[in-house]
């Protein structure tokens, strides 16, 4: 059974809807998947990412590595178990996070901002061709990290969806910096292969991750090389340029490549997800998406709207909502906003930092992108992408304006 | 139409079981009633209290009074409407938490615990007989809280059940202090109910509160005269003693004078809900409670449990629960445990800080009292209290264990 079963194809761009198998159930895509770094979606429970329509959420192998540990994951009977979450899991591989403590925060380095140096107390001791030797910000002990410890790792987790360690290059290096590391990626994804083939459960779908930086030449062949290793599906990572246009445009070299030499294999954009990103990345032909913003910016109080203009988001702790009696959206059907919170109450309870407001924002902001992911679908299998792809850009509400597709 | 009707009583004790009547519903007594202090159950939403069964919750004046302020409540259309809670509110009149920052914490002192000293930022200015004039914690403005403008706020945020300003008598006083302090709440809960008739919502119930520290006459002799007044129910307050036999014998002072010259009334004991006290809170015919321990003790990690011994609960967070996969309660039917959570699961969240851990234990607390208090109201109505609630004190599990009764 192939991974991803394409259900439709939009004749207008790369986009596809389809189905991806995995061994705890099937995910809708093109789909956003909600990360659960730690083994939690912050602030929420399984059913509660349950009854926002999510099919499959991501764990993160580094952090899960750390702690509680992967022994300890294991021993509870695997990721899906320890959490409680019985639908499909991505693990991410730990790659990203590794090198982040290297150089700044790589967030900051992939996306062309400066560095503001690390925000953790880990620091890596070495990094050469047999892995990552690193200080845990947990308890300061001596860890190593490997393509083959991460595949471990990510047996024990026992998620539905591996991916490789990579290299994660970062933005601020040279175009030999980029080639040589996406090389070692390469080298690092045969590793990577070969433990899984030996070791690893035979229902995982294991993903390559395309490197090569800003570079066309380096992109296309890192994607031709992955694509076209026993991947069961490709994950698009490192930097993608300083703007929205280069990252679209990087992104697409992949996508492009993918086209011609393995359409059928699932692609994942790996740490992107703001909306127009995700309307701009299904018209490209990536399948899933992972991405910190509904969650993280909600904790911080930042409410998704449908505004364009203002990056489809607004500060709900500004003063300017102290007597806002309208809730975040206008005919919202989220848990939030249909129970009428106002934006007054949540502007109220953010500031008094009670728990409760910042999980009232997070299932807002949940529903909206759940909203927006279904949108698209269901534009792609209607035959109706460019009218509602055209209708988000400019502002229509997800999931309240399906009759415009 | 009487605040309460009594459905049945006990003959082996002076419980009773009944309803009470408010503006905006039904309360099933004998009740514990989760705290709202600041307009939110603290990490839940309304609909999660709904769900755990709870009729009725309870806001504070001095908080709500301070942050977002009661005018702004009254703009949003008062507190039902502001956190979205359509059942019954009690609000507390602030004296307890104004008097708190004169005497250290008063939950200290009516405990009888050495004073620790404020850990507030705000102090009080002076107290005579007008009110008392203090700092706010939140912003170091002046502020002014006496008989009249508690019950206005309380007037603003709309409860159903509003209780009047008392001096909250410390514990470490003499009893000329504690005759002289009561008398000045009684005089003060005059002024309660004249400002109540005059300006008062005509649908809101207003308690008066007991005080008259540790000594038994002052408390039969305060019992009587606020019972007496225009109240519309009974709140025993104050210092209730060093031990819980002496907290016990104290509130029974006053219930017993209850039974004797307003038997219909309702009675609230302020502050009090240790599993053991709600046992014999109930025996003693108290009709409702209110207290923070299911609420707080969860979001530092300790769940409750029927285990008298160890004061019902157990420190989740401890390390040796690292690998343990058992829930918090075996059969435990709470949101929680029936969803599987290992208490392993839950000390990793809890340690990593994340709200989901506190949230989840919160809501296993909750259950857990409400179906302790689901288990006496059905003893009482059945004619079997003795039975169940000698069953509750050896460690039957509650709500799980009916067939005791």
Redesign the interface.
Known sequence: MPALDILATDPASQARAGILNTAHGTVRTPAFVPLAT??????????DVVELGYDMVLGNTFHLFL??GHE?VR??GGLH????WDGPIITDSGGFQVFSMGHGTVADEIKGRASQGSDRAGAILSIDESGVRFRSYIDGSEKFLAPETSMEIQAALGSDLALVFDECTPFHVTRDYTARSTERTHRWLARCLDWHAENGPQDQLVYGIVQGGVYEDLRRESTEAVATSAVDGVAIGGSLGETKAQMHEVSAWSTDTLDRVAPGKPRHLLGIGEIDDLIRGVEIGIDHFDCAMPTRIARHGMALVPDPEKRWRFDLTNARW??A?EPIMEDCPC?CCS????R??LR??LK?K???????VTLHNLAFVQRLMTDLREAILAGTLPQTAAALRSGAAPGLSRTVA
Do not use: I, N
Request: proline share 8%.
């Open positions: 730690k083994g939690v979606v912050k602030a929420l429970e399984p059913r702690d509680p300890r021993h509870f178990k320890f959490m409680r102290k007597d009696d848990p129970a009428g919170f106002s007054g109450y109220y309870l008094a009670e728990l409760t407001g910042m999980r009232l």
